[in-house]
T-cell receptor, first 112, second 114 residues
Framework: EAGVTQSPTHLIKTRGQQATLRCSPI?????VYWYQQALGLGLQFLLW???????NRGNFPPRFSGRQFPNYSSELNVNALELEDSALYLC???????????FGSGTRLTVV | AQSVTQLGSHVSVSEGALVLLRCNYS??????LFWYVQYPNQGLQLLLK??????LVKGINGFEAEFKKSETSFHLTKPSAHMSDAAEYFC????????????FGDGTTLTVKP
């Protein structure tokens, strides 16, 4: 069974540009979560999608947005990139109700 | 609101020694509790979970954790450390009423000395 897949693995962008990160959950998982893991700041909750709807949002500015597609894959968009957006972005999926996440390997975003 | 505190950002043990990683949580409603492990340049892997069944939970790789409501704790233990256990460990909590979102602790880096 394929795990949670994220693409790209690495992404380098210039300040002010937009970044798009993609995630495919485990087959059968309807919930997708996005977390930011910045150096020294731990895992910060970004977004939770379930059945195509945004269910919860962390304390991030509106330039962080995303969506979930009918096949449950998800996309995270970060507009107007700032240097402090440089981080590892982790996607996770779970069955509805969160009995534990399965994480992808992450996308390393570097903003220069 | 839910929160997690991991006591000790770094723990060092000798190979074969007991591993004890501490986690205390705060939750206004009955929680789900989790431990995850992260190896360098990888995502997190679920070690074990407490979802209101047995208070002593066994996970992968010989780890276990005990839910103690009176102490609001969920400490992770392993009787005998192995070199391959060296990694960063995260405790996480989610609330039944907001079951989709987990809040993570800051992590504990475990070093295993030969």
């Amino acid at each position: 069974e394929a795990g949670v897949t994220q693409s790209p693995t690495h992404l380098i962008k210039t300040r002010g540009q937009q970044a798009t990160l993609r995630c495919s959950p485990i087959s059968g998982h309807t919930s997708v979560y996005w977390y930011q893991q910045a150096l020294g700041l731990g895992l910060q909750f970004l977004l939770w999608y379930d059945e195509g709807e945004e269910r919860n949002r962390g304390n991030f500015p509106p330039r962080f947005s995303g969506r979930q597609f009918p096949n449950y894959s998800s996309e995270l968009n970060v507009n107007a990139l700032e240097l402090e957006d440089s981080a590892l972005y982790l996607c996770a999926s779970s069955l509805a109700g969160n009995y534990g996440y399965t994480f992808g390997s992450g996308t390393r975003l570097t903003v220069v | 609101a839910q929160s997690v505190t991991q006591l000790g950002s770094h723990v060092s043990v000798s190979e074969g020694a007991l591993v004890l990683l501490r986690c205390n949580y705060s939750s206004s409603v009955p929680p789900y509790l989790f431990w995850y492990v992260q190896y360098p340049n990888q995502g997190l892997q679920l070690l074990l979970k407490y979802t209101s069944a047995a208070t002593l939970v066994k996970g992968i790789n010989g780890f276990e954790a005990e839910f103690k409501k009176s102490e609001t704790s969920f400490h992770l233990t392993k009787p005998s450390a192995h070199m391959s256990d060296a990694a960063e460990y995260f405790c996480a909590v989610s609330e039944l009423t907001n079951a989709g979102k987990s809040t993570f602790g800051d992590g504990t880096t475990l070093t295993v000395k030969p």
